[in-house]
């Protein structure tokens, strides 16, 4: 079975650096898209970035314009994780991040696959 | 424009039909996805495309697209179906890029 599992919850200090995972299994985790989605207290769903772990190169990865230089996503696929980072945080980064596998379509962009999130809380 | 808009809130009495919108420039040239969300629970694919429902999904659910406007229409609305649904589409601005609509709250009377 395809399975997304996600670091446990983290408290933290505005300042602190933070990398939370993603670790896919039951599939080819090389072969698929992984995207980080941020959902604060209370909102909805956005749609931070993505990267593919099957390549290595500086085109792997994309962020929508309000989340680049914010964060980094990466991936190994030697591990089969992917990443999301944080060199500064800030009291409104307190979110719960979900990763989700990109699907395979025609053209199609679905998320079929969702990690069960991890809650960032960062406060002073 | 790559964002997209949804009706914030709508209630279906049990056994009937809903249908939620969400509406976008890109749409016009490319289709949505559709996530349901429950309470304290992580998103779940309920369709995709032009006609693709996920395995495990009941065929109660149902999607369409006509000009910039895409639905999800839920037929025989049952108790567990109240969620938060939110539709995702491509982001025009950006290679790979994609948008999510803002939700809509679906109750079940």
């Known amino acids: 079975d395809v399975q997304l599992v996600q670091s446990g919850a983290e408290m933290k200090k505005p300042g602190d650096s933070l990398k939370i995972f993603c670790k896919g299994s039951?599939?080819?985790?090389?072969?698929?898209?992984i995207a980080w989605v941020r959902q604060m207290p209370g909102r909805g769903l956005e749609w931070m970035g993505i990267?593919?772990?099957?390549?290595?190169?500086?085109?792997?990865?994309r962020y929508r314009p309000s989340f680049r230089g914010q964060v980094t996503i990466s991936a190994d696929k030697s591990t089969g994780a992917a990443y999301l980072q944080w060199s500064s945080l800030k009291a409104s980064d307190t979110a719960m991040y979900y990763c989700?596998?990109?699907?395979?379509?025609?053209?199609?962009?679905?998320?079929?696959?969702w990690g069960q999130g991890t809650l960032v809380t960062v406060s002073s | 424009s790559s964002e997209l808009t949804q009706g914030p809130a709508v209630s279906v009495a049990v056994g009937q039909t809903v249908r939620i919108t969400c509406q976008g420039d890109?749409?016009?040239?490319?289709?949505a996805s559709w996530y349901q969300q429950k309470p304290g629970q992580a998103p779940v694919l309920v369709f995709y495309?032009?006609?693709n429902r996920p395995s495990g999904i009941p065929d109660r659910f149902s999607g369409s697209t006509s000009g910039n406007t895409a639905s999800l229409t839920i037929t025989g609305a049952q108790a567990e179906d109240e969620a938060d649904y939110y539709c995702n589409s491509r982001d025009t601005s950006g290679d790979h890029l994609e948008v999510f609509g803002p939700g809509t709250k679906v109750t079940v009377l």
């Open positions: 990267v593919y772990p099957g390549d290595s190169g500086e085109f792997n990865t």
């Open positions: 495309g032009k006609d």
């Open positions: 890109s749409l016009r040239a490319f289709y």
């Open positions: 039951g599939y080819t985790f090389a072969n698929y898209w």
């Open positions: 989700a596998r990109r699907g395979l379509g025609f053209g199609d962009l679905f998320l079929d696959y």
